[in-house]
C-alpha cells in the first residue's frame, strides 16, 4: 500500500506565510512610493496595502485604460478617489506597469 502523505504542518507552512508577507509589505510600500513620486494627492494615509488617492475624473478615464483599480468615491468636483491594491500575487513588473500609466495620464 502506498504511504500515507501528511498535510504540510502549520510549523512547516509558517515560512512560506512570512516570506509572502514580507513581499505583499514591500509592494504595497513601494506602491506607496510611487504615487507619491508621481504626486497623487492622498485621500487618506493609509498603512496598509491600499491607496486611496484623488484624481480628476479625465485622469481617472485615462488610467483605467491602462491598469486595474477600483472606484471608491466621486467627489462631485470632478475628481473622483479611487483605490489602487497590492496582494502577495503583486510583481515588481505590475508596479513598473503602473508607474509608467501614471507618467502617461498625470
Excluded at 15 to 24: C, M, N, Q, S, T
Excluded at 78 to 101: C, E, F, H, Y
Aim: hydrophobic share 45%; proline share 5%; with cysteine.
Amino acid at each position: 500500500a502506498p504511504a500515507a502523505t501528511s498535510p504540510l504542518s502549520l510549523h512547516d507552512a509558517l515560512p512560506i506565510y512570512d516570506e509572502l508577507g514580507r513581499h505583499a509589505i514591500a509592494m504595497a510600500d513601494e506602491l506607496r512610493r510611487i504615487l507619491r513620486e508621481a504626486g497623487c494627492a492622498f485621500f487618506r494615509e493609509s498603512p496598509t496595502n491600499q491607496q486611496f488617492v484623488v484624481l480628476d475624473n479625465a485622469q481617472v478615464e485615462a488610467l483605467s485604460e491602462r491598469v486595474r483599480f477600483s472606484t471608491w468615491e466621486k467627489l462631485g468636483d470632478g475628481r473622483t478617489v479611487i483605490r489602487l491594491v497590492t496582494s502577495w500575487s503583486t510583481t515588481p513588473d505590475d508596479l513598473a506597469t503602473l508607474k509608467a500609466a501614471l507618467h502617461e495620464v498625470l
